[in-house]
């Protein structure tokens, strides 16, 4: 059976607790508020199925993607608002639910937990929209997927690339032609015990529920500078953006960048590489304005990567609902991919800061851990990265960084 003796070993998909065939492995939350799974062993009949479904001790094999490369902005202006970036999910989403299908993916539940759902209305497709800087929980939905598809209905699936990986290893031979899967190039994903604590913390300071909260938005525009920071709305209809003066609404997000909240197994990810097992994968097109400078409107831009056949035909038939131009793959690995090929470095306090979340406030740790401003980048430094972009040497100096980092 299952035992999780190293965490970094468990990325949370839970395909383990769903192919369980006697249904006793619950996932629960620890001390750092990770679901994890962990095993009634008085039911357990030791089949080892848990083991075998497992997408990280049954390593991939490598694959060889189509690798089609596009930047895409969503041509609805509001769909494209709400998005994270270009807001490619929508025109797909609309596009399997016309042909009665179902879209599953990340949204905020009532209770404000982030958690993965489906929807079969076109009414609904909003809510999955957005990056949310948090690790939803995937429920049970591998197993519903199971059932959409041996009925005979189309799904999209949308996921990060641990949560899309666990996916296949679930349904394992079962026909996936009706499946079409979407991931992202992935950072991390910071803990839903945090955000719990956070949200606790900002209903007390606002003296309401919170309704809805954003990881990120484009009231500034798109940009690494102006789109991370954080919104939230309350009952009483209150609203805050973070700012100066409310800095611990962007507590989320600064602990996400400072590499001191996601799960131990994003610091050490098997899921990193070109070659991903989805359909899609999308990712932020920041350098826009370097690749289409025609397309630099400042409203988000997203890199979107067909990997498959059966993606490359689907997205002949919605491309109409984005502006599209087609690019290289070489000349996307002319900027930042990092979290395409190489996990985050952990920060030295993450231990530190995850032991004092049981006794401190949220404004008490900021203080402590995320009170500061980011260095700027020196001359020097910029002069370095655009003369290696420029001579094409980026990624290999980007390898022997995070080789030597990790060493
Ligand atoms: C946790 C996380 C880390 C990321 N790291 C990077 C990165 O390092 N570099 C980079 O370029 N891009 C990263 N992205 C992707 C980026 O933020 C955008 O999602 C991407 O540019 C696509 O934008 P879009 O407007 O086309 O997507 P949208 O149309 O807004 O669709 C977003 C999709 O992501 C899904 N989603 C949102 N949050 C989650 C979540 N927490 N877990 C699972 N699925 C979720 C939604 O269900 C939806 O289908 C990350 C996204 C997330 C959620
Ligand atoms: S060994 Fe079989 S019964 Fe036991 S936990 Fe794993 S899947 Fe369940
Ligand atoms: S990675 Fe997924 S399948 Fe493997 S132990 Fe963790 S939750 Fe279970
Ligand atoms: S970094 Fe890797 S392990 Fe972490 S959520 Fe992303 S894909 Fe999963």
Redesign the pocket.
């Known amino acids: 059976m299952i035992k999780i003796s190293n965490k970094e070993c468990c990325c949370g998909c839970s395909a383990c607790a769903q192919k369980c065939p006697k249904k006793c492995i619950k996932m629960e939350m620890d001390d750092e508020g990770f679901l994890y799974p962990v095993v009634d062993e008085s039911i357990c009949v030791n089949c080892n199925l848990c083991i075998k479904v497992c997408p990280i001790i049954n390593k991939r094999k490598n694959r060889n993607s189509l690798l089609e490369c596009y930047i895409i902005q969503n041509l609805n202006d509001n769909e494209r608002f709400n998005?994270?970036?270009?807001?490619?999910?929508?025109p797909l989403a609309a596009y399997i639910i016309e042909q009665e299908g179902v879209v599953f993916?990340?949204?905020f539940n009532s209770d404000m937990k982030?958690v993965h759902s489906y929807t079969e209305e076109k009414e609904e497709i909003n809510k999955?929209?957005?990056?949310?800087?948090?690790?939803?929980d995937i429920n049970k939905t591998y197993e519903e997927v199971l059932s959409f598809i041996k009925s005979g209905r189309k799904v999209v699936f949308?996921?990060?690339p641990c949560?899309v990986e666990g996916l296949y290893s679930f349904l394992g031979n079962n026909d996936i032609t009706n499946l079409i899967t979407?991931d992202?190039?992935?950072?991390?994903?910071p803990s839903p015990g945090l955000f719990e604590k956070y949200k606790e913390f900002m209903e007390k300071e606002f003296g309401s529920n919170l309704i809805r909260y954003t990881s990120r938005n484009k009231r500034l525009g798109y940009s690494t500078k102006d789109s991370f920071w954080a919104y939230c709305e309350f009952e009483n209809e209150s609203r805050i953006f973070a700012d100066k003066e409310h800095p611990y609404v962007n507590f989320m997000n600064k602990a996400f960048f400072a590499e001191i909240s996601s799960r131990p197994s994003c610091y050490k990810c098997s899921f990193k590489g070109k070659n991903h097992k989805s359909d899609f994968t999308?990712?932020?097109c920041w350098d826009v304005d370097k690749l289409h400078k025609e397309m630099d409107d400042n409203k988000?831009t997203?890199v979107l990567i067909v990997n498959t056949i059966k993606a490359q035909e689907i997205f002949e038939k919605i491309s109409r609902f984005y502006k599209v131009q087609q690019v290289s793959f070489k000349s996307l690995m002319k900027f930042d991919t990092a979290?395409m090929f190489y996990s985050m470095i952990p920060s030295p306090k993450r231990g530190e800061f995850f032991a004092d979340v049981k006794n401190m406030s949220i404004s008490q740790l900021y203080d402590k851990y995320l009170d500061y401003e980011p260095a700027k980048p020196k001359f020097f430094k910029k002069a370095i990265k655009k003369v290696l972009q420029l001579t094409g040497l980026l990624v290999l100096a980007r390898k022997v960084k995070y080789t030597w980092r990790r060493s």
């Open positions: 998005s994270a970036s270009g807001g490619f999910f929508s993916g990340a949204s982030l999955y929209c957005g990056s949310k800087y948090i690790q939803s949308s996921g990060s949560q979407i992202f190039i992935c950072h991390g994903v999308i990712y932020d988000g997203t979290s």
